[in-house]
């Protein structure tokens, strides 16, 4: 079974960056990062999919990239210029699969990690 460990969250103020760690068991052919704030949905983020795309979400769209490290099984996402909106808990997730109409969404994913918090200060 696919297990996966988020690391790398903290404290920042706004403009700086963190890079945040996705540590997986096994190798999916789908690997997300999900952001959910208190109080709201857990939000799509950033994917590296199995047909060697990726996808970015609106509201972190030119402030983040991923790095996929294959032979440690490890996607990380750095996040720049961050924004008190950025602020949330984030989660990694991997799925054997993730047909295009499912890949943005928490039900296209079976595997989920605990998350780790960011924090983003005005």
């Known amino acids: 079974q696919v297990q996966l460990k988020e690391s790398g969250g903290g404290s920042v103020q706004a403009g700086g960056s963190l890079r945040l760690s996705c540590a997986i068991s096994?190798?999916?052919?789908?690997v997300a990062w999900f952001r959910q704030a208190p109080g709201e949905e857990r939000a799509f983020v950033a994917s590296l999919n199995n047909d060697g795309t990726t996808d970015y979400a609106d509201s972190i769209m030119g402030r983040s990239t991923l790095h996929k490290d294959a032979p440690k099984n490890i996607l990380d996402l750095q996040l720049e210029n961050l924004r008190p909106e950025d602020t949330g808990t984030y989660y990694c997730?991997?799925?054997?699969?993730?047909?295009?109409?499912?890949?943005?969404?928490?039900?296209?994913?079976?595997?989920w990690g605990q998350g780790t918090q960011v924090t983003v200060s005005s």
């Open positions: 096994a190798g999916p052919g789908c």
């Open positions: 997730a991997a799925d054997r699969q993730c047909p295009k109409w499912l890949r943005l969404q928490v039900a296209g994913y079976q595997y």
